[in-house]
Structures are given as structure tokens and as C-alpha cells.
């Protein structure tokens, strides 16, 4: 156990906490054991969805916060934590590059502390164990804005790969406050940390290290967007990178087991003619340590960043490098699946409002569960698009309901 989780030793309490163990060992070990989770390798390792196109062009004792100090110590309870962005009437260029510079020491996101310095040691500690899948996330806001859906995210991770492992890139997770968010599931033996990125190591001997340092040194513009969502953007195609695995946002909920897929990025929208995707979405990325096409993301991150223009650097981006790789110019050397909207995008945003809703009569509950029923049969997650959907309420009897409740662990999302 690491030392912020962790009571003040005394030995006292620990002679009792022996005892106790030694007496009711296996009872505790049973509380906490794996049948809490229910899996069926079988089902959860096939699907029905065939990928719209395939390109062949020729991780056990889980490192918990380090104690806090004055630099770290939860959020400081600040709801803006990470959110600032440049006034509204500052515009031009220039003008928004001399106020960011000015601003730098507020910008926490960039700023050096003691755990971003042992950043490279704790993320390769934990996985070194032994993960069937390696799941990321990153959480740039308030830890107490992670809330409810948000866990529930969490919790359909491990509902579908009880022996994966999943970090979350987040300093403000990566505290007192956030262990005791993450606690539950901790306590049931997950694997899962959070931990605080170091971004000059993060981004070190990739295609964005020059921007970044520029960014630091206050050169670069960083546009009406706060700072903090870009890098998130970043952030997720730079450890999948060096390290490989499964990325998906913070409110996406995993439906059955991802085992099956490698090097795919889904479509959020296909042309209902050519059933050619028209956009993708980086919601959900799973690839190889390494991939070229990451390489590529990253590339096009430093030379086209624009930070006022919404997705510029996250859907569109992906959506406009995957269709140079894929055209008449493109170059050898990269294997990627896209997968149909059915895969991690079920919904579009402008309906997801209605999959919250309760039955109104029998035809609706109907629907409802043949929804349900669909979206389970066909999805590998459901993308619950919060900027959307943030303000509607979980019904009873809703579609999104059923959802949660099948592939929920602690099921306190309500």
C-alpha cells in the first residue's frame, strides 16, 4: 500500500489488524474475490461487427499516491482547476501568446512537482504486472467532479477484463481525495492507478517534444479551448505510443471484452451510400506499442495545433490523417482496423438524451429493451457523449439504466 491511502502506522492497530487476519482471513479474502464479477470469456471474445475497413498497407499490488505535500495535495479544491483559457476579449495571435506567458505559473498542468518526477518509475512499476489488457484514461478536472458516471466507466472496465489494468493520467486523481474515490474498487482488488503525468517525459523522443517545449516556454498560442483538454488529446495518443494498450474516455462505458481487437480506431459516422466512414473519433483508441499511425497523430498535432477550433485536435484531427493514410498517396507500413459506429458509438450524440429517459408506457419499455438488447448484442462500449448528456438523469427503467446495472461492479452510480 502506498503512503496516502494508507493510516498513520501504529503498532498497536496493526498487532490487532494481524490478528484479526490470521482469524478471519479467509472470510475477507472471500468478500473481496473475483465472484463479484461476472464474465463469459465465450461471449464477451466474439462480436458481430464486421470492421468497415481494414488497412494493410503493407502489469498485483496496484502503487497507490505517494503522501502529498503542499504541491500536490488533492485539487485545491479549485472547480477550475486546469481550466483556464484565454479572455474572451484578447483576441489576435500575439495578443494570446503574450497573455498565456504571462500566465504560465498558473497553468498547474505544466508545472514540475514531486510526483511528477517519480512519474516514470511509479507508471513502470505498475505495469510491470501482469494485465491482460492495459486500459487508459486521463482526467483533467476537479477530482470531485469525478463522480458517478464516471466510476461507472471505471467499473465496466473491470466488469469485462477483471485481470486488466487501468491507469488514469491525472493529478488530480493522483491524491487523498482521489484515492478515496477509487477506493471501492481498489478494495476489490482491481488494478487500477492514478497517477500524475510527468509531460516532458510523456512526450520525450516523439513527433510533439519540440512543440511542447515551446508550449512551456510560453511560445506558443494556446488558443480559446482551455490547454488542459487539448493536452488531454495528446496525452492519450503519446502513451499509447510508447507503451500500447486500450484509450478510452471517461465516459464510455465498456460493454464486453476487447481482447479481440487490435490497432482500431471507430467511426463516429458513415456515409449512409458508400457506408465510407465521414468522421472518426479518438473517444476510443486501441493500438500496439509504437504504431506508425500514432506516429502520424502526433505529427500532425505539432505542425496543424489549433486551440480554439472544438475537436480540431482530437476527432478531426484523427479523421483527417487516417484519410491520407488510406488515399492514393499513401505510404506502406500501417495496419489499422476502422470499426463501424456500432462498435463504440452506438448513438449518436444528438440522441444519446433519449437513452436516459424512463418508459412512458408499454410500447416504450419495449423499445427500451430491445435497445438494450441491441446495443449489447452489437457494441463493444456505448459513448455516453457528456458534453451532451451531462445534465440528464439516469430514469429508472431507462435504456441507459438496464446498461449500468448489467455492467456495473459497486453500482453506486446513481
Partial sequence: MSERCAITPILPAILLAAIIFLICGDCIIYKVSFPTVSIDEKDNSNSTIAPIAQVHIEPTLVGEPLQSSPNNRDDNDSETFDSLVVPSNISGKKARIDWFRKHLPDFRILQSNNLTQKFHDRFLEFLSQKCETQFFMTWVSPARSFRGRELMAVESVFKSHPRGCLTILSRTLDSERGCQILKPLLDHGFKIQAITPDLPSLFKNTPVEAWFDELKRGKKDPGQIPLAQNLSNLMRLAVLYKYGGVYIDTDFIVLKSFMGLKNSIGAQSIDPVSKNW?????????????????????????????????????????????????????????????????????????????????????????????????????????????????????????????????????????
Wanted: some cysteine; aromatic content about 12%.
Fill in 278 to 414: 465521414r468522421i472518426l473519433n479518438n473517444a476510443v483508441l486501441v493500438f500496439d506499442k509504437n504504431h506508425p499511425l500514432l506516429e502520424k497523430f502526433m505529427e500532425d498535432f505539432a505542425s496543424n495545433f489549433d486551440g480554439s477550433r472544438w475537436g480540431y485536435n482530437g476527432p478531426f484531427l484523427v479523421s483527417r490523417v487516417m484519410s491520407k493514410v488510406t488515399g492514393a498517396t499513401a505510404r506502406p507500413g500501417f495496419n489499422v482496423t476502422v470499426l463501424p459506429p456500432a462498435a463504440f458509438y452506438p448513438v449518436d450524440w444528438t440522441k444519446i438524451g433519449e437513452l436516459f429517459k424512463s418508459p412512458e408506457n408499454r410500447a416504450a419499455a419495449s423499445w427500451a429493451k430491445a435497445k438494450q438488447a441491441q446495443i449489447n448484442k452489437e457494441a463493444y462500449g456505448i459513448h455516453l457523449w457528456n458534453k451532451q448528456s451531462k445534465n440528464h438523469i439516469t430514469q429508472k427503467g431507462s435504456v441507459i439504466e438496464r446498461l449500468f446495472s448489467d455492467h456495473c461492479i459497486i453500482c453506486s452510480y446513481t
